[in-house]
């Protein structure tokens, strides 16, 4: 009787001491392990770092426990830490499952896909699949957000999308992805460049010192391209793919660009585009998802329906399912 007495008693202190932590508080926690430093976390996950420490040492007052090491260059889990995370993420991951459920019914991903989409794909592949994808998914609504890769898959690791394409990653942790299609470059060359009139050109033809790349789309640059010399061409941050061609079309030298934004670039003065000769380089794109997804099959028809339309649409090459 008295242990029973005690068990729960028990129990209910240690519910009191965890009613004060939120998810939010909980999720604040899984950012600094992921981060490995205050301030990084602080800044993905908008809040000030004094804010956010508050809060990681609230969390850890209510468990008892410490969950990091500080004062090194990196922050690490300690080692019951390590221990407690595990849980932490269980319990996001069940608090994602209760949000899905209580809008999902008999709908695909319970009535919305909060889909996010790379800056530099998203107005060229939209087009090709707004239309199909309420006859696939009738009564689902699907909800675009662009920007950079690497932006798109910490807001969905955080919970804040669905699903997301991009490049293949290796520091996507937490994640499933899926092959979706390859899409090749295609060489913009400013009109005035001695081979701006060819219909092809090879790569081994151009000086890498007149490339224009930027930094998270063209990966490591001419090394990536099949590109010899030994010079490094300017790289800039990502932006649009209409403002990289104005770049172009104003400073000279040549770029490369994904062959789904062809008709809309084409149209832009100053600069022609020609099909690159040989190697095909370009980037691969892939669907990603959270593991404990409960959207899991829906994706995985999102999935062929996006191969379906690479397969359709003229110079994609789709991936096997």
Do not use: C
Not at 200 to 208: F, I
Not at 287 to 316: C, H, K, N, Q, V
Request: glycine share 10%; hydrophobic share 45%.
């Amino acid at each position: 009787m008295g242990a029973n007495v005690f068990d729960g008693t028990q129990r209910s202190m240690i519910s009191m001491a965890l009613s004060s932590v939120s998810l939010r508080d909980l999720a604040l926690v899984q950012a600094v392990a992921r981060e490995g430093s205050f301030t990084s976390a602080a800044r993905a996950m908008y809040i000030s770092p004094s804010g956010l420490s508050h809060q990681v040492q609230k969390v850890e007052q209510a468990l008892g426990v410490p969950l990091f090491e500080r004062g090194g260059r990196r922050v690490v889990p300690t080692v019951g830490g390590q221990r407690l995370l595990g849980y932490i993420e269980a319990v996001l991951g069940s608090a994602e499952h209760l949000e899905h459920a209580a809008r999902a019914g008999d709908v695909a991903f319970g009535g919305e896909l909060r889909l996010g989409v790379p800056s530099t794909l998203g107005p060229y592949l939209l087009p090709h699949f707004i239309e199909p994808f309420p006859q696939r998914f009738p009564g689902a609504r699907l909800t675009i957000s662009e920007g950079k890769p690497r932006g798109l898959l910490r807001r969905l690791h955080e919970g804040e999308l669905d699903a997301v394409l991009a490049p293949p990653s290796t520091t996507a942790t937490g994640l499933e992805s899926a092959a979706l299609f390859f899409e090749p470059y295609e060489l913009m060359l400013n009109a005035s460049h001695p081979l701006a009139g060819r219909a092809s050109v090879a790569l081994t033809a151009l000086d890498a010192a007149d490339a224009t790349l930027m930094a998270e789309s063209h990966g490591n640059g001419v090394s990536d391209l099949g590109m010899a010399g030994a010079a490094r061409p300017e790289r800039i941050q990502d932006l649009s793919l209409e403002s990289l061609a104005s770049l172009v079309a104003m400073r000279g030298g040549y770029t490369l660009v994904p062959i789904l934004a062809h008709e809309r670039l084409g149209s832009i003065s100053n600069v022609v585009l020609a099909q690159v000769e040989g190697a095909r380089p370009g980037r691969h794109i892939a669907l990603y998802w959270r593991s404990a997804t409960p959207w899991r099959e829906d994706l995985d028809r999102f999935g062929d329906l996006l191969r379906e339309l690479a397969g359709s649409i003229p110079g994609l090459d789709a991936a096997a399912s």
